[in-house]
């Protein structure tokens, strides 16, 4: 108990701090004028109220986090800040019940984008602003948002932003202060969705929409106002502008601000995980336009070129949108849009997957394994770019890949039993686990999550979250050795 008295106190802090995030669709309800109004009081007060009471019960017990405590907190802020979230929604439609309502919030704050929502449209704009502005919170972290704050009121954030920092090197930092570092990547964050937003309603949308696409694009999370999601808008401009967007999120972020900060393109042309990523979806989208067209799905290339552009960068770096139902084309298209989703985005950005420094890794890997068995007593050191990767990074990432496949391979078989078809169940797991969104049959892009029974939904959610924090920081808390002093 003495672990988890300073970490409670902390998560008292975050959920203070999460509570005034209430206060901006609270605003929108007045501005709009809109039937949600008061769905947001008794969640403010609660969610307030509760992070007060954790702060004050626990004010004795403040510490310096250690590593352990990071992982614990990263994984109990996670887990409850959706409930909190959730609040709303449970105040404003009588009859949705508490696995919908967090499976949505938690949806959200992981940037998976599954819904389980209907009449989006006609839903109100508070509503929809707070599962959007959920997706952005969530998009960068909420822990690093914290952590820019909580040195302020004598926390330190260094094991946090650790836990949290997504990628297999991470202990690299932009600044040399861990407060500096998380709000550099907010600001950078904020800028380029302040772009976004402009950009969007240039290209035909509304205000509203804009701010809460531009939410959805930069967290890569892919919630939409609409039901029919981009599709609803049938704009090629729209489409083309949500595509660069969505690329710029899916680059890490340690390269936007290298780019600014020396006012130069040259850490884009240095990266190589944005380079092999535009190499794959380059490759991928003339090959399917081709296989499209060869299968009689669009009449002509640029027809197809056109759906396939959008819908394999949106699902492929774990966004989530949808221009079209990709759940009627031959099969072998969406399954290997939802492979990419698994590996494009890269480390250090709003993706989810194994990230593309890992596979980088894996295919360096196993290239360095056959050129041991011709000569085994060779030194031969994994290179990313110009840097060598150690031994030990190396394995970690082994691991890695190999608690991911286990990780979708167990949420497919568990799925299965629960009497759910085999497509729907794997495209789901693959989903939830890459943060991508819609699946495949019963959860494809034409549907949703809402048909899932509460123990699929819940398995799911499970899922969502392991995604997110990159398995490892939710499975060391099932160690033995976790626990020991």
Known sequence: MNRIFPVVHVLGLVVVIFAFALLVPVAA??????????????????????GLFMWLATRHKRRELQIRDGFLL??????????????PFLNYFP?????DAYFETVSAMTTTG????????????????????????????????AVAILPLLGVGGRQMFKAETPGPMKDSKLTPRIADTAKALWLIYAIITLACVVSLHLAGMRWFD???????????????????????????????????????????????????????????????EFRAMLLLLSFSILG?????????????????????????????????????????????????????ATITASSGSTGGGIKMIRTLLM??????????????????????????????????????????????????????????????????ALACASNAGPGLNEVGPASNYAGLTDFQTWVLIATMLLGRLELFTVFVLFTPRFWKS
Not at 377 to 406: C, D, E, I, T
């Open 210 to 272: 804009a701010v809460c696409h531009s939410f959805s694009a930069m967290s890569l999370g892919g919630f939409s106002t609409r039901d029919a999601s981009i599709g609803h808008y049938d704009s090629v401009a729209i489409e083309v502008t949500l595509t660069v967007f969505q690329i710029l999120a899916a680059i890490n972020f340690a390269s936007h601000f290298l780019a600014l900060h020396g006012r130069s393109f040259k850490p884009y042309l240095k990266d190589v």
């Open 114 to 145: 599954a819904t389980v929502m209907s009449g989006l449209d006609a839903m109100p704009e508070s509503i929809n602003l707070w599962r959007h502005m959920l997706q952005w919170m969530g998009g960068m972290g909420i822990i690093v948002l």
């Open 363 to 428: 295919f360096k890997q196993g290239a360095r394994e056959l050129e041991r068995q011709l000569h085994p007593q060779a030194v031969l050191p994994v290179k990313v770019g110009s840097m060598v990767v150690s031994n030990q990074v190396v394995f970690a990432v082994q691991v890695f890949v190999m608690f991911y496949l286990a990780t979708v391979l167990g949420t497919t078989f568990v799925l299965v039993a629960s009497g759910l078809d085999f497509v729907s169940a794997i495209s789901a």
């Open 29 to 50: 309800a007045y501005h709009f004028d809109d039937t949600a109004q008061l769905a947001y009081d008794k969640a403010f007060f609660i969610t307030f109220g509760a």
């Open 74 to 87: 990263v994984a109990l802020v996670w887990a409850v800040l959706p409930a909190f979230a959730a609040l």
């Open 288 to 340: 399917a336009s081709a296989y499209l067209v060869w299968s009689q799905t669009y009449p002509d290339f640029f027809s197809a070129l056109r759906y396939v552009s959008f819908n394999m960068v949106t699902i492929g770096v774990a966004s989530g949108y949808a221009s079209t139902d990709f759940g009627q084309w031959p099969i072998f298209v969406p399954l290997w849009m939802l492979f990419l």
């Open 95 to 99: 009859g949705i019940s508490f696995t």
